[in-house]
């Protein structure tokens, strides 16, 4: 099994790489609304970051296709 996850290693790298500005806007993206769930919606914090994680997710999809 690990030798399978070996190949993964360059691919992931170079993602991240490329992709490092538009990841780090999700992540920003993700705090800051499951902050505003939390804190102005009243969520609990595992609601908040699980309903900012499918916000995130979805917003994600629509710019890709």
Request: net charge positive.
């Given at each position: 099994a690990l030798s399978?996850?070996?190949?993964?290693?360059?691919?992931?790298?170079?993602f991240l790489s490329?992709?490092?500005?538009?990841?780090?806007?999700?992540?920003?993206?993700?705090?800051?609304?499951?902050?505003?769930?939390?804190?102005?919606?009243?969520l609990s914090r595992?609601?908040?970051?699980?309903?900012?994680?499918?916000?995130?997710?979805?917003?994600?999809?629509?710019?890709?296709?």
């Amino acid at each position: 099994a690990l030798s399978s996850m070996k190949c993964w290693t360059i691919p992931i790298k170079s993602f991240l790489s490329v992709n490092r500005k538009e990841l780090a806007s999700m992540v920003e993206d993700y705090e800051e609304r499951a902050a505003i769930m939390e804190y102005d919606g009243g969520l609990s914090r595992h609601k908040a970051e699980q309903e900012a994680a499918k916000i995130v997710a979805t917003s994600c999809k629509k710019r890709k296709g």
